[in-house]
């Protein structure tokens, strides 16, 4: 190749270089559950990244990865495609992260839930509920708080947004809840039906 010049001018984009902590971002978690209550773990607590000084500035961690808490079981590792956010790029080749949460202290009760209800329907009309029951579902919690915890205590929320305004029967997604606990959760997803009389 022949150049007919000995010198060019180009743009260098720099970079700056930080070591911030990883977080965990997680999704269908239950009305009144504290987060906090669950004790984890990632195989990697730091990531090196670099980045223009206007995206790291504002940075103190970084949620690297989302985990759905309706998939939790006690005593499982999850290894979880690590996301970075737009305009980060890992110093490390690291791809991926173990997730683990220490579950001493805690247990697993199966209920029947009777207690349904709609909640901020914004659907015009009459909403009834269909489904007397919702059967075999799953609480993970601390033991001694599932010990105590009766079935009438845990609700099945359904939420309006959930509902179409066409009328007639839906089966619809329900949210379960113990309003008594921040520190009980279900896992597993249900569903019930709902009469709409628009």
Do not use: M
Request: proline fraction near 4%; glycine fraction near 8%; hydrophobic fraction near 40%.
């Amino acid at each position: 190749t022949t150049l007919s010049a000995y010198s060019a001018e180009g743009v260098l984009q720099v970079y700056q270089v930080k070591e911030l902590p990883l977080t965990i971002n997680f999704i269908n978690v239950p009305t009144g559950f504290d987060i906090s209550t669950l004790d984890y773990h990632l195989d990697q607590e730091t990531l090196l990244v670099a980045g223009s000084e206007k995206t790291l500035s504002g940075l103190t961690e970084i949620s690297v990865a989302s985990f759905d808490l309706s998939t939790f079981q006690l005593g499982k590792t999850y290894p979880l495609a690590l996301q970075l956010p737009t305009g980060l790029v890992s110093q490390e080749g690291i791809t991926a992260v173990n997730l683990t949460f220490d579950t001493e202290g805690l247990a697993e009760k199966t209920v029947d839930v009777s207690n349904i209800r709609v909640v901020n329907s914004a659907v015009e009309g009459s909403v009834s509920v269909i489904t007397n029951r919702i059967k075999s579902v799953t609480l993970i919690g601390p033991e001694e708080e599932l010990e105590k915890l009766s079935s009438f205590q845990v609700e099945a929320q359904i939420l309006g947004q959930d509902i179409t305004v066409t009328g007639g029967q839906q089966n619809v997604p329900v949210q379960i809840v113990v309003p008594s606990s921040s520190s009980i959760f279900a896992v597993g997803n249900y569903t019930a039906s709902v009469q709409v009389d628009a």
